[in-house]
């Protein structure tokens, strides 16, 4: 599965939103060309190993649906001989929840759209208020059950550390999610971007970022509860951009370029600690895991491997397809 991603910064968003600065965060300053877009495409297409699989195009980085219909129109027409032709199957867009309704929802559905993310971020009334969201709990979950009574595939996306938030709320909102149906979601561990409201508060010692140590405790307890629910995890943290990397976009807050392998890396060591760790120098272990985790099972830099290196003398880590999830399988020998 391949999403061809148009990343359109803050258009039609109300600007409302504390910690936003999408021009920073995408490297864009202004929305995609026609033609620019159809030369993406074709660069894509060609790009990808698997000729065969689900190609889907993406709009994110705004809220799409609050585009004036002319636009939305421009921009999804693009798409539709891709379609036709088989070459893409279906679009994607994000957008907040104040800016869906039913007339909206039958356009995106005539103009081939079948998934809708929105940027819900928390479902506690005081971190939306705090984080000047501009939109309330009901339009949240008004907009979840109506993209699902039309039939689109529901994304909700979601941040961890905005301000007034907690760990407890955080699972909250995460319980929230899956409860509501969605078949995806997105975690962003919340930065401070330059030229933001958020970074005028953290200059003024008004507003504390999460550390990356922090966050992960909210991941480890975060992706297990969407993972145990069958819900799809796009994304964890910011897509990489020039600005983010070299801190011309970033103030402050737990950004790395490899949040997501941290975090599962850091589930994947407490799921080995339960093998016995005894000190046994001349005792080998072989450990068979899926394919798909077997660099989380090792670990970021390899650290759940050396760390087992502490109790046996060599250690070895396998695939196994007929291992699922986090299961694996540990042989001993001399």
């Known amino acids: 599965h391949y999403t061809i991603p ?6 039609a968003c109300i600007g409302n939103c504390i910690y936003c600065n999408q021009k920073k965060i995408t490297s864009r300053v202004s929305a995609p060309e026609i033609d620019e877009m159809h030369q993406s495409i074709e660069e894509h297409l060609a790009s990808f190993k698997h000729k065969d699989a689900e190609v889907e195009v993406g709009f ?24 036709a032709a088989k070459r893409v199957k279906s ?3 994000s957008t907040r929840p104040d800016m869906i309704d039913k007339e909206e929802l039958n356009f ?56 007034g938030d907690t760990i407890d709320k955080a699972i909250f909102t995460a319980e929230e999610i899956i409860r509501l149906g969605a078949a995806t979601t997105r975690i962003y561990p919340l930065l401070v971007i330059k030229d933001s409201l958020l970074a005028e508060m ?23 509860l969407f993972e145990k629910a069958g819900i ?6 910011l897509h990489q951009s020039e600005d983010l990397n ?3 976009a970033l103030l402050a807050g737990p950004y790395h370029p490899s949040l997501k392998e941290l975090a599962l890396s850091r589930i994947w060591h407490k799921q ?42 060599e250690v070895k880590f396998i695939s196994n397809t007929a291992l699922k999830e986090r299961n694996y399988h540990v042989r001993y020998s001399r």
Do not use: W
């Open 6 to 11: 148009f990343f359109i910064p803050e258009m």
């Open 60 to 83: 994110f980085g705004g809220s799409f649906s609050g585009l004036c219909k002319e636009l939305q129109e421009t921009y999804l027409k693009q798409i539709q001989k891709y379609i």
């Open 91 to 93: 679009i994607r867009i």
């Open 108 to 163: 995106l559905k005539h103009n081939k759209v079948q998934a809708i993310e929105l940027g819900v971020q928390s479902f506690d009334k005081d971190v939306l208020e705090k984080s000047g969201r501009g939109h309330s709990l009901e339009d949240s979950y008004a907009a979840a059950k109506l993209i699902k009574e039309e039939g689109f595939e529901l994304g909700l996306q979601m941040m961890i550390g905005l301000p």
């Open 202 to 224: 953290y200059q003024k010692k008004e507003y504390t970022p999460l550390s990356i140590e922090q966050s992960l405790n909210y991941l480890t307890q975060l992706i297990p």
């Open 232 to 237: 799809k995890i796009l994304r964890v943290g």
């Open 246 to 248: 070299d801190g011309e």
């Open 272 to 313: 080995l600690q339960k093998i016995p760790q005894q000190k046994k120098e001349d005792e080998k272990i072989i450990i068979e895991v899926n394919p798909s985790e077997i660099n989380y099972a090792i670990g970021y830099h390899a650290a759940n491997k050396k760390n087992l290196l502490q109790y046996f003398s």
